[in-house]
């Protein structure tokens, strides 16, 4: 049927033209984004996953964090009671050198300067209230801390470290009390100041070596705690690599696909405008008619 005033070809060219326009313009927008889900309309489902998903992956960085904090937190204490241990070394040494028949009153006070120095440094180190290791004034901020965390006083809980994204997955890190035992008879004072242990004292070398000792199991058992919290980040790391490669199968386009349909498109749109010209024209064989 010939007619004037409805072109149907035309009308069925410029939706064909507006949808590869449409088209088109999705397939810029994925390319220059780099985003595969441009409106929530491309993947309602996947952007609903997709973003469940970034959220467990954020929380799964958070903990890499506080595992890498806590890894360090350990590492400090290590660190303090390594070198507590070598003072203590050096204390059994002087207590072993001043029985030495050799030695006069002034030679052994001497090495009690010494002695005593390094019970300072130890006390120091490990602080405490005048109930917990005596003397005149309390140590309430002790060397060994690690940012405000006191490291050596007494915490029946532990420290507990959030090694995971979901709700319940931590693991308790136990305290390392060196206020008490062995330790304790090393940096206690009376109450007036004076070391309970000095020197000559009959009980030095026991004492001192009890001291040793007791830092050397709680080292092992921080070791065991930074073996754990180490499997912990390796598998935070493992999740983490996997949860994004997840995401980005969902959100991520893929640009060499992309590329096709958007030469794809951008054809269709360019014969489509050619034959839209073309439909517009077919009015005018009507003309001829009336010209006839």
Do not use: C, H, W
Request: charged share 15%; glycine share 8%.
């Amino acid at each position: 049927m010939s007619v004037i005033n409805t072109n149907i070809q035309a009308i069925t060219a410029a939706r064909n033209l507006n949808t590869s326009q449409e088209m088109l313009g999705r397939s810029l927008t994925r390319l220059s984004s780099g985003s595969k889900i441009v409106y929530p309309s491309d993947d309602a489902a996947g952007l609903a996953v997709s973003e469940k998903l970034d959220a467990q992956n954020k929380r799964v960085k958070a903990a890499t964090t506080n595992v890498q904090n806590a890894v360090s937190f350990v590492q400090t204490t290590d660190g303090f009671m390594g070198g507590m241990t070598k003072i203590l070394s050096r204390m059994s040494e002087l207590a072993i050198l001043a029985k030495d028949v050799t030695k006069n009153t002034t030679d052994i006070a001497l090495y009690q300067k010494e002695f005593t120095a390094l019970q300072d440094q130890l006390r120091d180190t490990v602080g405490g209230t005048v109930a917990e290791i005596g003397g005149t004034t309390p140590i309430s901020t002790p060397l060994g801390a690690f940012n405000g965390i006191t490291l050596f006083g007494p915490n029946a809980a532990g420290l507990t470290v959030t090694i995971g994204q979901a709700v319940g997955q931590s693991m308790t890190i136990k305290e390392s009390n060196l206020r008490t035992s062995s330790m304790l008879s090393v940096v206690q004072q009376d109450s007036s100041g004076v070391y309970s242990l000095n020197l000559t004292a009959a009980t030095a070398i026991s004492d001192i070596t009890g001291a040793i000792q007791q830092i050397a199991g709680e080292r092992a058992t921080l070791g065991a705690s930074q073996s754990r919290l180490e499997l912990a980040a390796t598998t935070l790391q493992v999740e983490f690599e996997n949860l994004s490669s997840a995401i980005s199968r969902i959100r991520d386009v893929d640009v060499a696909s992309e590329s096709t349909q958007l030469a794809k498109y951008n054809i269709l749109v360019q014969s489509g405008t050619a034959m839209l010209a073309q439909a517009n024209q077919t009015p005018n064989t009507v003309l001829k008619l009336l010209q006839g």
